[in-house]
């Protein structure tokens, strides 16, 4: 069945570090990997996706990386700031279905 | 421009109560979806409407039934609700095309089975 895996389930970083969030997918017909950001309290909101054609992909601060061969995808945030601490999901479009299944996710917290 | 709305946001049921979870979209997207959120397991599917007229089961479909009344709106109802249905409940519409998706959620709603 297709199934997403996210590790780790809590990071906590200091402001100004890099902090790292991995993804590993069973589909092989995953085509689209996205990723949203839930604030305390809030709904999730995309903040970057990447198609399977695309080994990595950047917005400013954040960036996302795909091994198709290994059905792995990682979330990098650098010079983490306090208002990236949030919980983070990654997810993995089914190319058979078009199902968008979620990670477990990731809640970050950033230190000042 | 509403986008997706969720109703109640808040709700306390009695074991064996049931109630409607009401989900409606003003972007005229097609596919429809409900996922419950609780802590450590992520946002897992629950049913989802790929089109008008059409509803197919997720990951945790026991418990819950659908309906996608019509382009807007898709409802979530628990016939009689349980301990383990204690939730956060997102509805979301999904714009897409080959090998792209995009989740728009309404605003949550948060039940507690007593």
């Known amino acids: 069945g297709e199934n997403v895996e996210q590790h780790p389930s809590t990071l906590s970083v200091q402001e100004g570090d890099s902090a790292v969030i991995k993804c590993t997918y069973s589909?092989?017909?995953?085509?689209?990997f996205p990723w949203y950001k839930q604030e305390l309290g809030k709904r999730p909101q995309l903040i970057i996706d990447?198609?399977?054609?695309?080994g990595e992909k950047k917005d400013q601060r954040i960036a996302v990386t795909l091994n198709k061969t290994a059905k792995h995808f990682s979330l990098h945030i650098t010079e983490t700031q306090p208002e990236d601490s949030a919980v983070y999901f990654c997810?993995?479009?089914?190319?058979?279905?078009?199902?968008?299944?979620f990670g477990q996710g990731t809640t970050l917290q950033v230190k000042p | 421009n509403a986008g997706v709305t969720q109703t109640p946001k808040f709700q306390v049921l009695k074991t064996g109560q049931s109630m409607t979870l009401q989900c409606a979209q003003d972007?005229?997207?097609?596919?429809m979806y409900w996922y419950r959120q609780d802590p450590g397991m992520g946002l897992r599917l629950i049913y989802y409407?790929?089109?008008?007229?059409?509803?197919d089961k997720g990951e945790v479909p026991n418990g819950y039934n659908v309906s996608r009344l019509n382009k807007r709106e898709f409802s979530l109802r628990l016939e009689s609700a349980a301990p383990s249905q204690t939730s956060v409940y997102f509805c979301?519409?999904?714009?897409?095309?080959?090998?792209?998706?995009?989740?728009?959620f309404g605003q949550g709603t948060r039940l507690t089975v007593v």
């Open positions: 990447i198609r399977s054609n695309v």
């Open positions: 589909d092989s017909a995953s085509n689209y």
């Open positions: 997810a993995a479009r089914s190319g058979n279905t078009g199902k968008l299944i």
């Open positions: 409407s790929a089109s008008e007229g059409t509803t």
């Open positions: 972007m005229n997207h097609n596919s």
């Open positions: 979301a519409s999904m714009i897409g095309g080959f090998g792209y998706t995009e989740a728009f």
